[in-house]
């Protein structure tokens, strides 16, 4: 796992927790090419992620509400997010969240 050198607060935070299926069948191919994806989007700054067999947590980090939104709603997000209810996750919840402090 890499640690991302984010800026000084304040900026937001996605949290996506996850309980992965037995089919996880491109899973990472995906994940790979989202992440990508993501970095193409300005306000995007890092993610973190750790993945176990049964479930994994992914956070990603942003300048803005609007990057956020940007990403929610790109297409390859969409797709993605599609494939994962349909495929990976047997349940998923995903938090934002404002960072006022890091250290």
């Known amino acids: 796992m890499h640690i991302i050198d984010t800026p ?7 949290t996506t927790t996850a309980q992965f299926t037995d089919n996880m069948e491109a899973y990472v191919e995906t994940a790979t090419s989202l992440l990508e994806q993501a970095k193409k989007i300005e306000g995007f700054l890092g993610l973190e992620s750790s993945l176990q067999r049964d479930g994994g947590i992914a956070i990603s980090y942003w300048k803005t509400l609007d990057a956020i939104k940007a990403w929610k709603f ?13 495929q990976w996750f047997s349940a998923y919840i ?6 006022e402090r890091a250290y």
């Open 74 to 86: 790109s297409e390859a997000h969409l797709k993605a997010k599609v494939q994962a209810k349909d």
């Open 8 to 14: 000084e607060p304040p900026y937001y935070s996605v």
């Open 94 to 99: 995903t938090r934002i969240a404002k960072v």
